[in-house]
């Protein structure tokens, strides 16, 4: 069974970086295509960013592109969410989930598995 971990959130002061990291067990992950997601308090889930299996193909929304890169190191079993240039209205849990599919989506219902998120806050 597919098990998804997302790690290395915290507490960033603006304009700083994160790197998140999901991290997959049970499965491999180069058989998915691999999205994140963020639910900021008060708000609804949204998705940010995906990218597809194999070649790792990323699709960003725009309101964050130049921000953000979605990269995979299938070796590592591992997709990576690098963020910079944070604000707090950045602060949210941040989560990864699979698609059985090569294609992204942009749909949650699309996507399987689950990780159970990672904070981040964006303050000073």
Same mark, same amino acid.
């Given at each position: ?13 603006? $304009? $700083? ?14 058989? !998915?295509?691999? =999205? ?5 308090? =008060?708000?609804?889930?949204?998705? *940010? ?6 070649? $790792?193909?990323?699709? !960003? ?7 953000? *890169? ?22 949210? *849990? ?5 698609? =059985?599919?090569? !294609? ?7 996507? =399987?598995?689950?990780?159970? $998120? ?7």
């Amino acid at each position: 069974q597919l098990q998804l971990v997302e790690s290395g959130g915290g507490l960033v002061q603006p $304009g $700083g970086s994160l790197r998140l990291s999901c991290t997959a067990s049970g499965r491999a992950l180069d058989a !998915y295509a691999v =999205g994140w997601f963020r639910r900021a308090p =008060g708000k609804d889930r949204e998705v *940010i960013a995906c990218i597809t299996r194999g070649t $790792g193909t990323a699709d !960003y929304v725009d309101a964050l592109k130049g921000r953000i *890169i979605v990269s995979r190191d299938n070796a590592k079993n591992t997709v990576y969410l690098q963020m910079n240039s944070l604000t707090p209205e950045d602060t949210a *849990i941040y989560y990864c989930a699979t698609r =059985g599919s090569f !294609y992204c989506s942009r749909s949650a219902s699309d996507f =399987g598995a689950w990780g159970q $998120g990672t904070q981040v806050t964006v303050s000073s």
